[in-house]
C-alpha cells in the first residue's frame, strides 16, 4: 500500500506539521480508536482526531484509567488501538495499564504531547523527561523530532536551542524541516508496523510548541512510503516436532489465556479423541471438552492435601498454550519434575515457567494439530492414562458440589450460585486475586466469553478494561469484582460510554480476601488487618449513586437469590450488586473444600454446624 495524501482536504487538521503526520498515518493504518485524557500540550493532536468522523474518540479523563480502558478495547478488536494524553506526569499514569499490554499482547499506541527540548528542567510545569519513560515495557520507544516552522520565534527566543543552527537562512530552515518531517515520518511508519505486528504497545513521544490550537484544511503532502502487510511464515520446527510428540506416552496440554473461538471444533475433537493427552483448562482459557480437567486446582490442591500427588501419572511432556497460567498449583507440581520436557505453542511469548522450556513453537495452535491430527500413530501405551486421571478429578468435583450444597451465604457458595446465573452469550470479566482465583474453581456455560488483566495481573483497572470492552461487544457484560479491586479503579467508573446492561457484582469481603487465603502465621493481628488485609467498612453504595447505577445489596442467601432472579433483565440504567460475605469464614471454608475432596477432617464445622 502506497501512502501519498492530498494537499487539500475538507476535514480540518493542526497546522503543525508533526500532529498531521501523527493523525494522517493513523488513519492510513486504520487505527480508529482514540482514547484521549484532558490537557493543551496535546491540543494539536485532540483537535485533529476530533475533527475527523474516521476516528471513534472517547474523552476519558484519568490517564490511569484512560490506558485500561483503551486495553479493554484492544482485547475485543485486536488491533492497535491510540492513548493521548499531555505533557508531564500524564504519560506516567498510563504505566501499570501498559505493563499489563506488554504481558498480555494488547496493541496499544501512547503517544505523549511533549515540550520542546530546550524547555526541559528549565522550571515550567507539567514538564518531566518524559524520553523513553515506558520502554521496560514496551517493545518500542520512539522520540520524534519537533518542527522548526512551527513557532519558530518561540524558538530562536531561547539562547540554549540546539534546533536551528545560529545564523541560519530561511533557506536552511526549510532545508531542515524537509529532513525532520522525512525522518519523523519514516519513525512513525517503523513504528505503526511494528504495533500492528507484534500486538504489543509501543510509546512515540511528540514535542509541540505554541501556538497549539490553530487548524487548517491545508494539509501538507506526505512522501510515499509502502506498508508492507505481515507476512504468514510457517515455522518449520513445528513440522520436524510432530513426529516427536508421540514418542512421549504420558502428554498434557496445559491452556492458559485464550481469545475466545482461538482453537476450533477440530481441534478440541482431537484433543478429546486422543487417550494418552490430558488437557487442562483454566477459565480464561475458554475452551471446553468433554473430558478436559476445567479446574486444575480441584485435582492438584486435594492430591497435595492427601499427600498422593504419585498416584496420577506424572507428563513426559507439557504443552502450553496461549497466555499466563493462573494456578499456582500446577507450577509448583510441574516445577519438581526433573525429566519434564516443556514446549509452548503460538505466537504468545513463551514463559519457562516450568525451568525446562525446549521449544517454542511458532505457529497457529490450529495449525499444528492439523498436523498432528494427520499423522495420528498407533497408540497402544497406558490407553487409560487419560481416563485414569479425569475419573479422579470427577471424584474430587462430585465430593467438592456435595460440601458447596451445604454452605452459607460466603464467598465460594457466591460464586458456585454466580456460575450457574449469568445469561448464556454474556461477556464476563474478572478481577484479579481471590476473584479470579475463586472462578477457576467452576464450570461456567461455553458460550460465555470470559477475560481477566492475566498479563501483569495488578488489582487495578478492572472496571475501566471491562467498560472498555463492553463497547467493542454485542453481549451484555458482566464484571465480577473484589471489593478492593472496585474501590480502588473507582475512577473506572468516570465516563459517558457505560452501557446500560452493563452489570457489575462486587464481593465485598471487607478487605483483602486473598491475603487470608495465603499460608500466613499472622491473621487477625494489628498490622495483618491494617496492612496486609486492609480491612475496610466502605460500601459501593454511594459510588453507584454518584455514576447513575442502580444498586443492589445482599447479605444472605434468600436475598441474594431474589436479586439474581431479575438483576439481569433490561433496564435503563447499568447496575451494582454488593454481595457482604463473611471475611473471617471464607478462607476456612474455601480449604475445607479442598479437605473433602482429599477425605479429610475439616473444621469449619464448628462455625457453621455442618454435618459431615
Not at 512551527?150 to 527566543?157: A, F, K, P, R, S
Amino acid at each position: 500500500m502506497t501512502i501519498q495524501e492530498n494537499s487539500i482536504s475538507s476535514t480540518e487538521i493542526s497546522t503543525i506539521p508533526l500532529a498531521q503526520l501523527i493523525v494522517v498515518l493513523s488513519k492510513r493504518f486504520n487505527f480508529s480508536e482514540v482514547i484521549i485524557s484532558p490537557g493543551s500540550r496535546s491540543a494539536p493532536l485532540i483537535k485533529s482526531f476530533v475533527a475527523d468522523s474516521f476516528f471513534n474518540t472517547y474523552s476519558i479523563i484519568d490517564e490511569r484509567a484512560a490506558g485500561f480502558f483503551a486495553l479493554g478495547i484492544a482485547q475485543q478488536i485486536q488491533r492497535p488501538v491510540l492513548l493521548i494524553c499531555t505533557s508531564g506526569s500524564a504519560v506516567l499514569n498510563y504505566y501499570p495499564s501498559i505493563a499489563e499490554a506488554f504481558y498480555s499482547h494488547r496493541p496499544i499506541i501512547v503517544i505523549s504531547a511533549d515540550r520542546l527540548p530546550f524547555k526541559i528542567d528549565i522550571g515550567d510545569g507539567q514538564v518531566i523527561r518524559q524520553d523513553h519513560v515506558l520502554k521496560q515495557h514496551t517493545i518500542g520507544s520512539y522520540i520524534l523530532k519537533p518542527d522548526i516552522i512551527h513557532g519558530i520565534d518561540t524558538i530562536l527566543q531561547c539562547p540554549h536551542q540546539r534546533l536551528i543552527p545560529k545564523d541560519s537562512s530561511q533557506q536552511d530552515i526549510e532545508s531542515i524541516q524537509q529532513h525532520t518531517v522525512l525522518q519523523n515520518f519514516k519513525t512513525l511508519i517503523k513504528a505503526f508496523q511494528l504495533v500492528s505486528e507484534s500486538n504489543q504497545p509501543i510509546h512515540i513521544n511528540a514535542p509541540f510548541t505554541e501556538p497549539l490550537y490553530q487548524m487548517t484544511k491545508n494539509r501538507m503532502k506526505l512522501p510515499e512510503a509502502s506498508i508492507e502487510s505481515p507476512s504468514e511464515s510457517v515455522d518449520n520446527e513445528s513440522k520436524n516436532l510432530v513426529d516427536q510428540w508421540y514418542q512421549y506416552a504420558n502428554r498434557w496440554v496445559l491452556i492458559g489465556v485464550l481469545n475466545p473461538k482461538t482453537l476450533n471444533q477440530n481441534t478440541v475433537r482431537f484433543l478429546e479423541n486422543d487417550p494418552q493427552t490430558v488437557v487442562f483448562t483454566e477459565t480464561t482459557s475458554n475452551v471446553h471438552g468433554t473430558n478436559f480437567i476445567y479446574s486444575i486446582d480441584s485435582l492438584m490442591f486435594p492430591l497435595e492435601l492427601s499427600k498422593n500427588t504419585h498416584q496420577i501419572n506424572a507428563p513426559d511432556i507439557v504443552l502450553t498454550i496461549g497466555g499466563m497460567i493462573v494456578s499456582k498449583k500446577i507450577k509448583a507440581y510441574l516445577r519438581e519434575l526433573k525429566s519434564l520436557k516443556h514446549w509452548h505453542l503460538g505466537d504468545h511469548t513463551a514463559n519457562n515457567t516450568f525451568y525446562c522450556l525446549e521449544h517454542h513453537i511458532k505457529c497457529q495452535p490450529n495449525q499444528f494439530f492439523e498436523s498432528l491430527s494427520s499423522s495420528v500413530q498407533t497408540m497402544n501405551q497406558k490407553k487409560q492414562y487419560k481416563t485414569d486421571i479425569f475419573n479422579r478429578f470427577s471424584y474430587f468435583q462430585k465430593l467438592g458440589n456435595a460440601f458447596i450444597k451445604k454452605l452459607p451465604l460466603s464467598d465460594l457458595k457466591v460464586f458456585d450460585l454466580i456460575s450457574k446465573s449469568i445469561p448464556s452469550s454474556s461477556q464476563v470479566h474478572f478481577s484479579n486475586s481471590a476473584t479470579i482465583r475463586y472462578a477457576q474453581l467452576f464450570q461456567w456455560d461455553s458460550s460465555i466469553s470470559i477475560f481477566c488483566n492475566r498479563g501483569a495481573s495488578g488489582i487495578e483497572g478492572s472496571t475501566s478494561v471491562a467498560i472498555g470492552a463492553s463497547l467493542k461487544s454485542k453481549s451484555p457484560t458482566v464484571l465480577m469484582t473484589g471489593d478492593l479491586s472496585f474501590f480502588y479503579d473507582a475512577n473506572g467508573l468516570w465516563n459517558n460510554y457505560t452501557r446500560s446492561d452493563f452489570r457489575i457484582i462486587i464481593i465485598n469481603n471487607q478487605g483483602g480476601g486473598i491475603f487470608r487465603i495465603l499460608p500466613t502465621q499472622s491473621k487477625d493481628t494489628l498490622v495483618f488487618d491494617k496492612f496486609i488485609e486492609a480491612v475496610h467498612h466502605r460500601s459501593a453504595q454511594y459510588l453507584a449513586k454518584d455514576h447513575g447505577f442502580e444498586y443492589h445489596r445482599a447479605q444472605d442467601l434468600g436475598g441474594l437469590r431474589n436479586i439474581l432472579d431479575g438483576f439481569y433483565e433490561t433496564s435503563t440504567t447499568p447496575k451494582i450488586l454488593e454481595i457482604i460475605t463473611p471475611r473471617k469464614i471464607n478462607d476456612l471454608l474455601l480449604l475445607d473444600y479442598f479437605k473433602v475432596m482429599a477425605e479429610k477432617e475439616y473444621t469449619s464445622k464448628k462455625y457453621l454446624n455442618l454435618s459431615s
